[in-house]
């Protein structure tokens, strides 16, 4: 979809051909055009199609308003989930120092939607017209464009320092796809991180896989989950006044860790917790991801009162049931050293005939082992492929879910 197509989808004739393409997502695609083609032109067909199928996908990420909002497939994708964008955005309306936020990347507008809904008056930029567009139908159909002003713009000719924020998604996309160097990201780093030192305040959405060499030593990285799934990470730099002070460590001693649990909002902020090591106990804990990427491993353990069968690995051991919304818990059946003849049998005298497998630490190929198994019987299991001190294991488990 160019400019030209996505202007006339907003025409009245447009609007009649997007609502009779959405009656007809998700079926056949040939039927559908053949459909809509009967009354439209084919770059209209095409359009209308397009952007229906993308309301359906864009369900998941903003729910209810995703019928009202417009989307390009790369900005669909980058697109923050609403609930994330929600924690963000109360985050910081609620830190003292105001609320004007500038958003050098805007994409198609999700996170300026939820810095808006919370308060915040918004000049949002984008360096693609289609994007800016589309960016801009979406606060109006939101009734938001009294908060939120969008505009075509490069990045690196904000000017930060004019706004109480700075907020900034770098595209993580290249011609070749996804791309997980931030010198790779659009506006690239150096370009970022200029921006930033002239903000007064900033918060930066990046890949939850940041090499931690990139993350400024003056910022909050912080890490979300949204039910059990790592999300995003965003780096917080600027006076941290309100929550960030209260409840994480004085920055300045290089970056401060955090992880949060959406929707729960539960949080979690590195101490330095260094867990013991020990045997494999009645119970292993695996730790939510937002706190294995924010190296929050030892201060679960603490909340578990466990340790670790394997001071490199993220699996966490004890001997008591303790609930905690930071780790699932399994109930360790048998400890075995790795050996596909030794846990087929084993599997075999338990009747166990559906496993889930999870690993770390482990070369095995997951679906090769399930197929080398050759399960049979009516029992479930969960088997951990890791190592313990450093020798191959193959822990047999079932689930214990919370009391």
């Known amino acids: 979809m160019d400019l030209d197509a996505f202007t006339e989808l907003l025409t009245p004739r447009g609007q009649r051909a997007l609502a009779e393409a959405v009656e007809v997502v998700g079926a056949d695609p040939v039927a559908a055009a053949t459909?809509?083609?009967?009354?439209?032109?084919?770059?209209?067909?095409?359009?209308?199609?397009?952007?229906?199928?993308?309301?359906?996908?864009?369900?998941?990420?903003?729910?209810?308003?995703?019928?009202?909002?417009?989307?390009?497939?790369?900005?669909?994708?980058?697109?923050?989930?609403?609930?994330?964008?929600?924690?963000?955005?109360?985050?910081?309306?609620?830190?003292?120092?105001?609320?004007r936020v500038v958003?050098?990347?805007?994409?198609?507008?999700?996170?300026?939607?939820?810095?808006?809904?919370?308060?915040?008056?918004?000049?949002?930029?984008?360096?693609?017209?289609?994007?800016v567009a589309v960016a801009?139908?979406?606060?109006?159909?939101?009734?938001?464009?009294?908060r939120v002003t969008v505009r075509q713009a490069d990045a690196a000719t904000v000017s930060p320092e004019d706004y109480d924020w700075l907020f900034a998604d770098p595209a993580r996309r290249t011609s070749r796809g996804r791309t997980f160097d931030p010198m790779a990201y659009s506006p690239p780093w150096p370009v970022v991180l200029d921006l930033v030192a002239r903000a007064r305040r900033a918060c930066l959405k990046v890949a939850p896989g940041i090499p931690y060499e990139f993350i400024p030593?003056?910022?909050?990285?912080?890490?979300?989950?949204?039910?059990?799934?790592?999300?995003?990470?965003?780096?917080?730099?600027?006076?941290?006044?309100?929550?960030?002070?209260?409840?994480?460590?004085?920055?300045?001693?290089?970056?401060?860790?955090?992880?949060?649990?959406?929707p729960g909002g539960e949080t979690l902020v590195a101490?330095?917790?260094?867990?013991?090591?020990?045997?494999?106990?009645?119970?292993?804990?695996?730790?939510?991801?937002?706190?294995i990427r924010a190296h929050l491993v030892g201060e679960v353990a603490e909340l578990v009162g466990g340790r670790l069968p394997d001071p490199m690995i993220a699996y966490i051991t004890g001997d008591e049931p303790f609930d905690t919304p930071w780790a699932a818990r399994y109930a360790v059946e048998e400890?075995?050293?790795?050996?596909?003849?030794?846990?087929?049998?084993?599997?075999?005298?338990?009747?166990?005939?559906?496993?889930?497998?999870?690993?770390?630490?482990?070369?095995?190929?997951?679906?090769?082992?399930?197929?080398?198994?050759?399960?049979?019987?009516?029992?479930?299991?969960?088997?951990?492929?890791?190592r313990i001190m450093d020798k191959p294991s193959a822990l047999i488990c079932h689930p214990a879910p919370p009391a």
């Open 136 to 146: 801009r139908v979406n606060a109006e159909a939101l009734g938001l464009a009294d």
């Open 217 to 262: 030593g003056e910022a909050e990285a912080e890490w979300v989950s949204y039910k059990g799934e790592v999300k995003e990470a965003a780096l917080w730099t600027g006076p941290a006044e309100g929550a960030t002070r209260a409840e994480g460590p004085t920055r300045g001693e290089g970056p401060t860790r955090r992880a949060t649990l959406l």
């Open 335 to 386: 400890v075995l050293p790795f050996s596909l003849k030794r846990l087929r049998a084993t599997l075999r005298e338990r009747q166990v005939g559906n496993v889930v497998i999870k690993k770390r630490a482990s070369a095995v190929d997951i679906e090769r082992l399930r197929n080398d198994l050759r399960l049979s019987g009516d029992k479930s299991a969960v088997i951990i492929l890791t």
């Open 271 to 291: 101490r330095g917790t260094e867990a013991p090591t020990g045997p494999v106990g009645r119970f292993v804990y695996e730790p939510d991801g937002a706190a």
């Open 103 to 131: 958003d050098v990347c805007c994409g198609i507008g999700g996170d300026f939607l939820a810095l808006a809904r919370a308060g915040c008056v918004v000049d949002a930029v984008d360096l693609d017209p289609l994007t």
């Open 35 to 99: 459909r809509l083609r009967r009354s439209y032109d084919a770059g209209l067909t095409s359009a209308a199609l397009t952007q229906a199928a993308l309301r359906e996908r864009a369900k998941a990420k903003f729910g209810a308003d995703a019928a009202l909002m417009y989307f390009t497939p790369h900005g669909l994708e980058q697109a923050t989930r609403a609930e994330v964008g929600a924690h963000r955005a109360r985050r910081l309306a609620g830190t003292a120092g105001g609320t």
